[in-house]
């Protein structure tokens, strides 16, 4: 793939401080570590715009480009190409924020037989998969994100699971605790607090009525220097 390398937790460097915005809207500076970005983003980009990073997840071997369009029809059936193919590619809802800012945002991938996109998700159900490696890595082109993987689920295809924002903190706490509740995987260890930002990677089962989830909480930040 066009990312090169593997993830890059060895390569991380200095810190540096950047301006954030906290719940009341202040403004205050924050320091993070710096980690070379192993993706190049410039070439995606020329490739289609719609590209806003790369997922991966180190136990499964799954290392995607991720797109987001103006709805969620257009990449089921189309790569990150832009080219029409049955298998889609990795996206994120249109209805999330591109920079995976949002308390929950959603990325989907097709269930393919092949095991291509998010076919090897329900690997986690077999033993060891999960400890091997609990995390999942998000590149964009300005932010390196690492989430450690708190769920493993099959939950109703139209369910809370797809909720992106929470009224309040104990709905996102409440919510957390039910995805701990229905989990394969035993992620106890996990600690997922108020004000946390998840990612939910979601695939069909071959029942139109359900679906299986990997969840994680990002745990690390960093920025991404050339």
């Not at 509740?181 to 069909?204: F, M």
């Amino acid at each position: 793939d066009s990312a090169g390398g593997e993830t890059g937790e060895e390569t991380e460097g200095e810190t540096e401080t950047e301006l954030a915005t906290d719940a009341q809207g202040n403004q205050y500076v924050r320091k993070l570590p710096t980690m070379k970005n192993p993706i190049d983003f410039e070439s995606l980009d020329a490739v289609n715009s719609d590209i806003i990073g790369w997922i991966r997840i180190g136990a499964l071997d799954i290392s995607y480009p991720v797109a987001q369009s103006e709805d969620n029809d257009y990449y089921l059936h189309r790569t990150f190409e832009k080219k029409d193919n049955f298998a889609g590619c990795i996206f994120v809802d249109f209805h999330n924020s591109s920079q995976f800012t949002d308390p929950n945002t959603i990325v989907y991938g097709h269930n393919m037989k092949d095991g291509s996109m998010f076919g090897k998700l329900k690997q986690f159900y077999e033993e060891g998969v999960y400890e091997s490696d609990p995390y999942f890595w998000i590149y964009t082109p300005t932010k390196i994100y690492r989430y450690h993987i708190f769920s493993c689920s099959q939950v109703g295809a139209v369910s809370e699971t797809y909720q992106l924002t929470f009224a309040d903190d104990q709905d996102f706490l409440d919510y957390i605790s039910d995805a701990f509740a229905s989990s394969v995987v035993d992620s106890q260890e996990v600690e997922v607090k108020a004000g946390d930002k998840i990612v939910t990677l979601s695939t069909c089962t071959g029942d139109d009525s359900t679906r299986f989830v990997v969840q994680g909480v990002m745990d690390q930040e960093y920025i991404a220097v050339d």
